[in-house]
């Protein structure tokens, strides 16, 4: 098995350690083994969204729209298809909804108290 596959059967938290929301919620989870996924040191490859688009079931749903660069590059006019949404999140990182927790082979997308309810709920 390669790194990629074990790392995804393994708990992985893709985050900005810059974002003051990310660093919240992870103060707030309760003990876990979560590897720490910084995506702007260790960019997301290729690989690994596509792993995540499948979990989730679409890359729309990994897109952020809260991002500067999407208002900035007019891309709230544009009618986006899935290869946008993936080309977007692998050419920056700041596109990526965040946190993107992968817990016991289920993903969990984006902020939310609902959100980061479930996957308080998945680590304990």
Same mark, same amino acid.
């Given at each position: 098995?390669? /790194?990629? +596959?074990?790392?995804? /059967?393994?708990?992985?938290? =893709?985050?900005?350690?810059? +974002?003051?929301? +990310?660093?919240?919620?992870l103060?707030?989870?309760?003990?876990?083994?979560?590897?720490?996924?910084?995506?702007?040191?260790?960019?997301?490859? *290729? $690989?690994?969204?596509?792993?995540?688009?499948?979990?989730?079931?679409? =890359?729309?749903?990994? /897109?952020?729209?809260?991002?500067?660069?999407? $208002?900035?590059?007019?891309?709230?006019?544009?009618?986006?298809?899935?290869?946008?949404?993936?080309?977007?999140?692998? *050419?920056?990182?700041?596109?990526?909804?965040?946190?993107?927790?992968?817990?016991?082979? *289920?993903?969990?997308?984006?902020?939310?108290?609902k959100?980061?309810?479930?996957?308080? $709920?998945?680590?304990s």
């Amino acid at each position: 098995m390669d /790194f990629l +596959c074990k790392k995804i /059967f393994m708990n992985t938290v =893709y985050y900005l350690p810059s +974002c003051d929301t +990310c660093r919240k919620i992870l103060k707030s989870l309760p003990e876990n083994d979560l590897i720490l996924h910084d995506i702007k040191q260790e960019p997301i490859t *290729e $690989k690994e969204l596509e792993t995540m688009g499948k979990l989730a079931g679409s =890359y729309e749903a990994l /897109f952020s729209r809260k991002a500067q660069l999407y $208002k900035s590059m007019n891309l709230k006019d544009q009618s986006l298809s899935e290869a946008d949404y993936k080309h977007y999140i692998l *050419e920056h990182y700041t596109f990526l909804s965040r946190p993107v927790f992968i817990i016991a082979g *289920e993903i969990y997308i984006g902020n939310s108290a609902k959100n980061v309810a479930e996957v308080i $709920k998945a680590l304990s």
